[in-house]
């Protein structure tokens, strides 16, 4: 069954500095990976999918790797801003089963 | 906003009540979800239609009853509810066979007292 963990469960940085948020699967046998963004009050937004057979992704400030055979992503956001300030989930969907598998999430605070 | 619209946006209920939740998309799609997250959890997949019929059933207890009257519109339906139950509930879409592109309403934030 397969796993996936996101550490550290919170982050505080100061505005202006570049983070990484990781996140680790426990099976390798991943179809892609997303990487999304949860507001308070409101729903997830799919910020970067990275197929399989990719290595990085990136859009904007946002870049997004893949590691398959270590079961690790990184999502790399530079400068960071305080409206970067969200909670960040990973999700990887595996083959023969498309469901998206979510992590428990990085609540990240962009101190200004 | 996502085109997926969730009301009620806060709910208290007591355990005796009986309560639904509504989902509505506009975006053309054929395949909903529910999903439940709790503090300090994964969100977890509850159900899945696809083209109005359910194809996924989570092992979700009986006490949450899903419809999907057509595409665009899918209900939970609650009664005798637990305390464990406080969880703030989503709803997704996508188009089939793209399990993997779903869009996300606001939830419903779900407090059984």
């Known amino acids: 069954k397969q796993e996936v963990t996101q550490i550290p469960a919170a982050l505080s940085v100061p505005e202006g500095e570049n983070l990484v948020l990781n996140c680790s699967f426990t099976d390798s046998a991943i179809y892609n990976l997303q990487w999304f963004r949860q507001d308070p009050g409101k729903g997830l937004t799919s910020l970067l999918l990275?197929?399989?057979?990719?290595r990085e992704q990136t859009s904007g400030r946002l870049n997004a790797s893949l590691d398959k055979s270590s079961g690790r992503s990184t999502l790399y956001i530079a400068a960071s801003q305080p409206g970067d300030s969200a909670t960040y989930l990973c999700?990887?969907?595996?083959?023969?089963?498309?469901?998206?598998?979510f992590g428990t999430g990085t609540r990240l605070t962009i101190i200004p | 906003e996502t085109g997926v619209t969730q009301t009620p946006r806060h709910l208290v209920m007591g355990m005796t009540n009986k309560k639904s939740l509504k989902c509505e998309q506009h975006?053309?799609?054929?395949?909903m979800y529910w999903y439940k997250q709790s503090a300090k959890k994964p969100l977890e997949l509850m159900f899945v239609y696809n083209f109005k019929e359910q194809t996924e059933n989570n092992s979700v207890p009986s006490r949450f009853s899903p419809e999907c009257p057509n595409s665009s519109h899918l209900f939970l339906h609650l009664h005798t509810l637990q305390p464990e139950d406080s969880a703030l509930y989503l709803c997704?879409?996508?188009?089939?066979?793209?399990?993997?592109?779903?869009?996300f309403g606001p939830g419903t934030r779900l407090l059984v007292l």
């Open positions: 997704a879409s996508s188009q089939p066979p793209n399990q993997e592109t779903q869009y």
């Open positions: 999700a990887v969907t595996n083959f023969g089963n498309e469901k998206l598998t």
């Open positions: 990275i197929q399989s057979s990719q």
């Open positions: 975006l053309g799609h054929n395949a």
